[in-house]
């Protein structure tokens, strides 16, 4: 069993910038990829980013390429979300997920997720 928290979300105004972390309970969340995900209100959750075991491989969903940046520290059992250049299209609650034994996401993202955290809220608004 896995789980994950997630911390870093709140206020910012557009063109700001946050960093979200998702911090897992055990060393072993070095044999998952992660997977950002967001969910804004009367909308179907997406995935943004998500990065491999090794942190060897990454991927980025279009509205977001440029802009987020997503990255993990094995050594402390976290993954990170960089969110540069804010718009309100943004705001959103934000999960991160873990796929187990996932060498390579380059091609694209995990189609299934094994665990997830809880969310974090960010919102984008002057």
């Known amino acids: 069993q896995l789980q994950l928290v997630e911390s870093g979300g709140g206020l910012v105004q557009p063109g700001g910038s946050l960093r979200l972390s998702c911090a897992a309970s055990a060393a072993t969340s070095a044999y998952y990829a992660i997977g950002w995900f967001r969910q804004a209100p009367g909308k179907e959750r997406e995935e943004v980013a998500c990065?491999?075991?090794?942190?060897?491989?990454?991927n980025y969903a279009d509205a977001v390429k440029g802009r987020f940046t997503i990255s993990r520290d094995n050594a402390v059992n976290t993954a990170y979300l960089q969110m540069n250049s804010l718009k309100p299209e943004d705001a959103a609650v934000y999960y991160c997920?873990?796929?187990?034994?996932?060498?390579?996401?380059?091609?694209?993202?995990?189609?299934?997720?094994?665990?997830w955290g809880q969310g974090t809220q960010v919102t984008v608004s002057s």
């Open positions: 997920a873990a796929a187990s034994w996932i060498t390579s996401v380059q091609a694209a993202c995990p189609k299934t997720y094994d665990y």
């Open positions: 990065i491999s075991m090794s942190g060897g491989s990454v």
